[in-house]
């Protein structure tokens, strides 16, 4: 009798026990998935700011090499600087020096351009009356006009006497100036373009073939050809044949050169000596 009594009281109390530790199992659950949940939020969070660092970290990355590309960057166009530089300031040496040359040029030129032209009024009659044939006699107004001449060239300041000279001087350089001399033997020497020839002639027909022969023994010559003609003591019909022949052989150079060059002369007169010209490299 005593034993069953204990079987229906510890009944309950398993019932109790079980209720106990079902109770607890679900708050244990309960509490877990809380957690786990807490966790996966935490988680995501941190996932989210990691990517977030990680592209800030990216974005510094990218903006050290951009800082370095650009650091590399200055430091080649600061040499390249440096370098053009030092290259202006040799440029600029040898600028002044050149200048300096060209002011002692100049100013050697119009000092002796001063003292070239001035000439006393015996030494202009004398260059009046050397420059004309005698058998021509000029006329008052022109021996006025070409004293006027001499005297204006010679009252110019040296500035305005090295300008002409310098003009001149950039004209031969941009056309070839050829020379015709009558000496008083009747021989025509011919000067220009490096060469200089010789030649008699003493009709103009014949004076037209010899120049014109003389001519295509030359280099090709620049786009305007100046021919100047001057003669001395010789025979009226030798200078004039030559004087009748330079528009025939200027004529036939013309056409030889199909436009790509220019023939222009001009008669200079009686010359008691003959003329020297330089030629222009």
Known sequence: MKSRRLTFQLTPLLDLLLIVIFAQFLDV??????????????????????????????????EKREAAAD????????QELKEK???????????????????EQRDTIAS??????????????????TR???????TPEQVKRLRNEFREFSKQKPGESVRHLLTFEEMRKRCDIWELYINETGMTVFSGSGQTHT????????????????YKTLPQPKSLVIILLSYGDVKASVYEAAIDGLPIVAERMRTDQSGRSRFE?????????????PEVK
């Open 85 to 103: 530089t030092a290259g202006q300031e040799v440029e600029r040496k040898s600028l002044e020096e050149s200048l300096k040359r060209a002011h």
């Open 29 to 62: 659950r309960e509490t877990a998935t809380e957690q786990e949940q807490s966790t996966s939020t935490q988680l995501s969070a941190a996932q989210e700011e990691l990517a977030g660092t990680q592209d800030q970290l990216a974005k510094i990355l990218a």
């Open 71 to 78: 650091r590399d960057f200055l430091r080649t166009s600061l």
């Open 199 to 214: 030649f008699r002639a003493e009709t103009t027909e014949q004076f037209a073939s010899e120049l014109y022969e003389r």
């Open 112 to 129: 002796l351009v001063s003292e070239l032209f001035d000439l006393p009024d015996e030494t202009v009659n004398e260059l009046i009356r």
């Open 132 to 138: 004309t044939p005698e058998n021509v006699r000029l």
């Open 265 to 277: 002369y001009a008669v200079l007169g009686f010359n008691p000596t003959p003329p020297v010209v």
